[in-house]
């Protein structure tokens, strides 16, 4: 299994970012996935997630503003992230399955994508 992210990047504070994970295996099209963000020094932190039939969930602190969905007949997961903030800035990192959304319990991550917004 391999979970490859991109479309990380520098934007300004209000600007949108759009990300992708890839993955390869039969991890995908029957399990939840989800994003990660974390920042030096913290932990990591559950972004959203969602089901195989397209159910999501949210972090409070991103509600209203980040947008998950997955295409299953591509095996891609998005994040589409609109009104960013400087406090987004982080690494973010695809994740699966998330049926347990400890990240502890996560069983394959990607490498991250890197993700900056400048005030």
């Known amino acids: 299994v391999q979970l490859v992210e991109s479309g990380g990047g520098l934007v300004h504070a209000g600007g949108s970012l759009r990300l992708a994970c890839a993955a390869s295996?039969?991890?995908?099209?029957?399990?939840?996935m989800g994003w990660y963000r974390q920042t030096p020094g913290k932990e990591r932190e559950l972004v959203a997630t969602?089901?195989?039939?397209?159910?999501?969930y949210y972090a409070d602190s991103v509600k209203g503003r980040f947008t998950i969905s997955r295409d299953n007949a591509r095996n891609t997961l998005y994040l589409q992230m609109n009104s960013l903030k400087p406090e987004d800035t982080a690494m973010y990192y695809c994740?699966?399955?998330?049926?347990?959304?400890?990240?502890?319990?996560?069983?394959?991550w990607g490498r991250g994508t890197q993700v900056t917004v400048s005030s």
């Open positions: 994740a699966a399955p998330t049926r347990d959304t400890n990240p502890k319990a996560i069983d394959y």
């Open positions: 969602i089901t195989s039939r397209g159910t999501a």
């Open positions: 295996g039969s991890i995908f099209s029957d399990n939840p």
